[in-house]
């Protein structure tokens, strides 16, 4: 048998495990997202986790980064081209088509998920390999207040976890009136440029990305370019001013960025970002808007759709930064301690009827002595230990541990359940 080294238990390049205690805080940043959108109606969807490769090259664009670097491709035993999936919407549209959701007269469909995305990046602090978002979807209806709608749940979400140094940036990019004229305008400037080959290829394919260039280098030569705000069509102009004025009614505030073009091709009109100041370069904790075009690139009807997936992974990291301790109830509430083989069974039972009560409750296992079973009762969080010897069960009592005061009084057997009950009020 050959023994298996330490290295084989490391997790692979760019990604981490999330564990007990800190997976909590995940857990509980899942919900704080979810909790407004639920609020608003949107139903729970889930896709699997990965799709056709055609999927996300048709969907999220044949020249973006994700498509063409980044994506996790395999072929199966069966000769299909599948791709982890790299984000969430070009999925949940597909679902939504597959199921006629957008067939039952009642639209918008409004959706959310949560889930595990993938991309073959180059790893460094925030930006993994294998990431979390929770995301959320409303397709089939042109409406700012649908933007605003959920630009607001958003909002909410990171200030119910107490955030409060992130920004929303916002632009708006168009429609197929406007964006075509403005493209090529665009492209016009952009090839008197001074650009490296690669960047060259970009303002055929997809000259609005060079704006999103990061390089110091190529910023320097955007000066002055035309800008998609100078050319928005009256419809996308009186449709922009509608979402700026909800989100300023809903004391949203933000701020216009016109080079927010975001890294997917999918996006019409409204786009935003939300960025936390506390985590250097990989700042972008979540981000969406408006695609308007991509039921029909995947062969849908049209749908006009919108919407954002924010990463849990960057907002985990955003309430560090902030030194945010989330307050989450302790994982156990009562911790039993049997001395003796009878008062474990009878200990047993009484861990059982407690959980099905409803109280959070967990036992000494691995025939612990008292001294090593009180310290897994104080490392549990547990606020009471319940223990119990011979002679406590020959008097019918347990004694119930105040593990904050240290007071500790003996409770008869068959109170015990509705004692802590009333306790945890
Ligand atoms: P995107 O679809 O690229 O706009 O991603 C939406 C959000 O997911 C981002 O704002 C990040 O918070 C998160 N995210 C995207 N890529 C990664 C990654 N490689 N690692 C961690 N989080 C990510």
């Known amino acids: 048998m050959t023994k298996v080294s330490v290295s084989t238990f490391k997790a692979p390049k760019g990604t981490y495990d999330l564990t007990p205690p800190d997976s909590a805080v995940y857990l509980a940043v899942r919900e704080a997202i979810a909790a407004p959108v639920r609020r608003a109606g949107y139903g729970y969807i889930e896709t699997p986790g990965f799709e ?6 048709r969907g999220v664009g044949e020249s973006t980064d994700i498509v063409t670097k980044e994506m996790y ?3 199966t035993r069966g000769g299909d081209q599948l791709a982890l999936r790299p ?20 639209l918008p469909v409004k959706l959310w998920y949560s889930g595990s995305y993938y991309r073959y990046e180059r790893p ?11 995301g959320a979807e409303a397709i089939g209806a042109e409406d700012p207040a649908l933007d605003a709608e959920l630009i607001i749940l958003a909002v909410d979400a990171y200030k119910s976890l107490g955030l409060r140094n992130f920004r929303l940036l916002l632009n708006s990019l168009g429609d197929k009136e406007c964006r075509p004229a403005y493209r090529a305008a665009l ?18 394919i997809n000259p609005l990305r060079v704006l999103d260039d990061k390089r110091e280098s190529v910023q320097q030569q955007l000066v002055g370019a035309p800008m998609l705000r100078d050319h928005l069509c009256e419809a996308c102009k009186a449709y922009h001013e509608q979402v700026r004025e909800l989100l300023t009614a809903a004391g949203v505030a933000f701020e216009d960025d016109p080079k927010l073009v975001r ?31 991509l039921s029909e690139m995947i062969g849908g009807p049209a749908l006009p759709s919108v919407g954002w997936a924010l990463g849990v992974d960057r907002t985990v990291l ?13 994982p156990t509430q009562v911790f039993a301690v049997p001395l003796g083989e009878e008062a474990r069974t009878k200990l047993f039972g009484l861990v059982t009827e407690l959980r099905r009560a409803g109280v959070a409750t967990d036992f000494a296992f691995g025939g612990k002595g008292l001294k090593n079973a009180m310290k ?7 606020r009471y230990a319940l223990v119990a010897g011979e002679r406590d069960l020959a008097d019918g009592v347990v004694q119930l541990k105040d593990l904050e005061s240290g007071e500790q009084r003996p409770v008869a057997f068959d109170t015990v359940v509705s004692e802590l009950l009333a306790a945890q009020g």
């Open 87 to 106: 984000e969430g919407t070009a999925s949940v549209l597909r679902a939504a088509l597959e199921a006629n959701l957008h067939k039952g007269g009642n």
């Open 263 to 293: 890294g997917l091709d999918y996006y019409t009109r409204t786009t935003f970002e939300f960025v936390h100041d506390g985590l250097g370069s990989q700042s972008a904790v979540g981000g969406g808007g408006r695609y308007d075009g």
């Open 187 to 204: 492209q016009d400037f952009l090839r008197g440029l001074d650009l490296d080959e690669d960047t060259r290829r970009r303002i055929d």
């Open 376 to 382: 897994s009762a104080n490392r549990s969080g547990a």
């Open 318 to 330: 955003a309430l560090k930064a902030e030194g945010i301790e989330l307050e989450l109830p302790a």
């Open 124 to 134: 460094q602090a925030g930006r993994y390999r294998h990431f979390s978002q929770v």
């Open 73 to 75: 491709t395999l072929t």
């Open 52 to 57: 056709q490769v055609e999927l996300f090259s």
